[in-house]
Every structure is written in structure tokens, then in C-alpha cells.
């Protein structure tokens, strides 16, 4: 794992040294002059120091989650910042008691249910190019994670070079529990966990804290909450573009944290024996079998959970998660652009609009999955979710030629 956590930083910090100073023009548009109108800039509020820059997410009574002018505001910002040889690094956090909730998939619902589809489109547009632009950015990134990380919270934030976790950090993509599929990037950060780690988080949406992040690889460093402020502080008095830096800088202020011995970053060995088989039907079979065997408790929880979830969700998610790992973060964004049109538009099934009813507008927990089971879940349906939404529909445009991908 340690070996996985040097291997993502070096490949990061190679990436920002190479393009840094190759790119580097004046940005002439100021910071205050970045968005249409001044309820946009709230979203997205900015924080300047001498030699960097912090984009504070700004939408706390909803857990700062991602809305269209959200991403539309973020990108402009990030150009503008990587385009300013006055900047070296860039950071970014959440106001309130999260980092980031996720995507605003209340507002996309209702979106859908207004057939708004060109709207819903934008959205996932805007926030997937800019997870692709952090992902190639010329700069060094530091995200603050403190609190609620999940979905598009981590989207936006896994792919820069240094995550900060703390004990109120909570990951998880849970998108399996409300119809959906892990996007926003997690197939590919996903499907490079060790292990069959990925399988487990994406198909359950079970959650990991600060310490499991930093064990896994999901956080570069962890530090208490009450050290945050300090932290701060100190990078905002630095004066470099180097990552190397700012590393020691974090270095010099984090704190040692190993995972419980009960979690689940312990338990490898059992995660591999089950997550890693070929169909969610022989995973489920070998935890059975696990359960039985050993009548370990854990395994019969997470039975239950992948019980709550959609049956269409679990074998679109495993075969995400699964093309992942051989592709780079450009083609799985660009494919689950397509699962995501694919996921909102009703054509397959309207897991989606009833796992966000359930959950977030009527909550009654209860959805009535459609296929209700495994079982009834045809090949057909599973491949489908793959493709385009027409021979006309447009995929993902990224700017590839421009910005170098990686995998």
C-alpha cells in the first residue's frame, strides 16, 4: 500500500515539474470578475494567499454539493490560476461540517422530472471536464477533506496531488444505493485500489475514514481537525510551485493514524476471496459461503447492504469498475458520461429517479427496484448502459490533445 501511495505521488509530482513552466502565461481576468453574477461566486468562494490560491466549496446547507454553475465556476477559476505565473499552487476545501456531499442529484431529479435532459446533460459536461482538468493540472493541488467526502466530492478531489484526511473525514461512493453507478472518476481511482478494495466500495457505498483513506491510498496525508487551521496557515506562507514543498510542509504538520483492526482495510485477504469473482451473483455466493463457514458477522452486514441496492446498479457498477483498471482517467470519464445519459434518461430503467425519491425526496427508504432482482438483470440491459444514447448523441468531449492523460 505504501508502495501504491509513493507510486501516485511521484507519477503526480513528475506531471506538475514537467508542464509547469512550459504553460505558465499571464491570466488577465482577476479573480472577482470569474463568474456571471454574484449568487455563482458564492458557490464558489476564493481565498488568496501570496503564492496560492483556495476554491472553498460554498454550499453548506447541502453539504456543498456540485451544481452546474459550481463546476462551470470551478474551471474558470483553475484556468485562470494554472494560467498565472504568480501562482504556484492552488487548494481547495469545503465551508461547513463537509467537504463535499456529492453531486446536487436532488436538483438533477428534478431536473429529469421537468425533462430538462439538454440541463442535465451540462451538468455532468461541466463536472466531469473539470475532475479531467485537476486530473492534468500544471500545478500543484491540495484538497482538504475534511468531513462528508463522497461521489463527486471525491471526483473533485482524488485526482490532484495531495489529499488531506482527517477524523472527521467519511469517503464512500454510494451511487449503488440510490440507482446509479460510482462516476465522477471512481472507475478509475476505483480500480486501482489494492486489491479488490474497489469491487467492495463501489458495489456496497460502505464508507472509509480518514485513517482507512491514508491505509489505502485514497488520502495522501491525515491530520486531527484542530490542526487544520495551522495547516493552513502554514501553506499559505509558502512561496513555491515545487511538490516536493509542499509535501515536507505536510509532512511536518500531520499526524500518525493506523485503521482499526476490525476495519475493513484488514481484512484483504476475505475481500479478495469474494470481491474479486467474476459476476456480483458468484460475490454474493462466496460471501455466503464466507458467512457460513466462519459466521462472521461482517459478511452478513454487507449481504444486507447489497441487498438495499439496485440489482442493475451492482452489475453496471462491477463491469465500470472492472474495464477501469486498463483504462486511463480520460476513457473512463468519457464512458461514464455515457452511463450517466444512459442512467438519467428512464430507457433502461428508472432506478435512478426512484432510488433519489426513496432516499432524498420522499425517504422512505423503500425503492421498487426495476429489474427487482439479479436474476431478471439480461446481459442486454447491462451492455446497453454502455453505449451511447443514440447514433447522433455526442460523447465527452476532453481536451486530450492539449493535456496529457494518465493511467
Known sequence: MQRFKAALLLKRSLHSRRFLNHYRTLCSV?????????????????????????????????????????GARLQNLYTCWENDPDIGFVAMKGSGRGFCAGGDIVTLYHLIHAGKMEDC???????????????TYLKPHVAL?????????????????????????????????????????????????????GEYLGLTGE???????????????????ARLPLIEEQLGKLVTDDPSV???????????????????????ETLDKCFGRDTVEEIIDALESEASKTNDAWCTSILR????????????SLKSIREGRFQSLDQCLIREYRMSLQGISNLISRDFRE???????????????????????????????????????????????LREAFS
Open 355 to 401: 432510488g433519489v425519491r426513496a432516499r432524498m425526496i420522499d425517504k422512505d427508504l423503500s425503492p421498487k427496484w426495476d429489474p427487482p432482482s439479479l436474476e431478471q438483470v439480461s446481459e442486454d440491459m447491462v451492455e446497453r448502459y454502455f453505449s451511447p444514447l443514440s447514433e447522433f448523441e455526442p460523447d465527452l468531449e476532453l481536451p486530450t490533445k
Open 145 to 197: 477533506l475534511n468531513g462528508i467526502t463522497m461521489g463527486g466530492g471525491a471526483g473533485v478531489s482524488i485526482p490532484g496531488t495531495f489529499r488531506v484526511a482527517t477524523d472527521k473525514t467519511v469517503f464512500a461512493t454510494p451511487e449503488t444505493l440510490i440507482g446509479f453507478h460510482p462516476d465522477a472518476g471512481a472507475s478509475f481511482y476505483l480500480s486501482h485500489l489494492p486489491g479488490h478494495l
Open 305 to 316: 447492504r447489497l441487498k438495499e441496492t439496485s440489482p442493475l446498479s451492482l452489475k453496471v
Open 246 to 268: 509542499i509535501e515536507t510542509c505536510l509532512e511536518k504538520y500531520s499526524d500518525l493514524v493506523y485503521p482499526d483492526k476490525t476495519s475493513v482495510v484488514n481484512r484483504f
Open 207 to 225: 464508507k472509509l475514514n480518514g485513517a482507512e483513506m491514508i491505509a489505502c491510498g485514497l488520502a495522501s496525508h491525515y491530520a486531527h481537525t
Open 30 to 70: 482577476p479573480d472577482s470578475a470569474l463568474s456571471v453574477n454574484d449568487d455563482i461566486d458564492n458557490q464558489v468562494l476564493v481565498e488568496a494567499k501570496a503564492w496560492s490560491r483556495t476554491a472553498i466549496l460554498n454550499r453548506p446547507s447541502v453539504l456543498n454539493a456540485l451544481s452546474t454553475a459550481m
Open 121 to 135: 446533460k451540462e451538468f455532468f459536461r461541466k463536472i466531469y471536464t473539470f475532475i479531467y482538468f485537476l486530473g
